[in-house]
């Protein structure tokens, strides 16, 4: 309990024992009643049906709830969505479904590429960190751990022009950034 809410029962049971009434402690009482009823018609008007699968659910352990969850995505064909979620995820949906209908053409040209950084010259370590906080947007600290654990994946789905921009910028810099 906080120093407040202690101050505060202090108070009403000093004022409760000196006036020698229970009027402010019974009303009180009730309307934590109240509130405690209205709480009780919440819940009672959930459906049980609901109820009971809420009630196995919140006694399933993490591992299971693990399982639940990829059983209800596989049973209810939910896509994983990749972390950063929501917002990415209906632009991205769409896209996806209409390259699985239509079979892709043999000779089309590639126009999206992704960016791996794959070694650094360790002179030029530091100008690549700021670079790569610049195009990626982390902070230095992430920059830094991101261009030491090197392979590793830039960018993904960078369009031809950006994605030559930023290999002879790296390359400038005395990194290896292959697009794939």
Request: with cysteine; hydrophobic share 40%.
């Amino acid at each position: 309990m906080s120093a407040p809410c202690r101050y505060a029962v202090r108070s009403c049971a000093r004022s409760i024992r000196t006036n020698g009434s229970f009027r402010s402690s019974t009303s009180f009482i009730q309307s934590t009643q109240s509130i405690q009823r209205r709480h009780e018609s919440t819940a009672a008007a959930t459906n049980p049906k609901i109820a009971g699968i809420v009630d196995q659910i919140s006694q399933l352990t993490l591992l299971e709830t693990a399982d639940l969850v990829s059983s209800l995505k596989s049973r209810l064909n939910i896509p994983d969505l990749p972390v950063g979620g929501f917002a990415a995820a209906p632009a991205a949906a769409p896209a996806a479904a209409e390259e699985a209908d239509e079979p892709a053409p043999a000779a089309q040209e590639k126009t999206l590429f992704n960016l791996k950084l794959q070694a650094f010259d360790a002179g030029a370590k530091a100008k690549i960190i700021k670079e790569v906080k610049g195009l990626l947007g982390l902070s230095l600290v992430d920059s830094k751990k991101f261009v030491e654990s090197a392979p590793k994946m830039m960018k993904e789905s960078v369009p031809k022009e950006e994605a030559e921009k930023i290999v002879a910028t790296m390359k400038e810099l005395g990194a290896t950034v292959v697009m794939e």
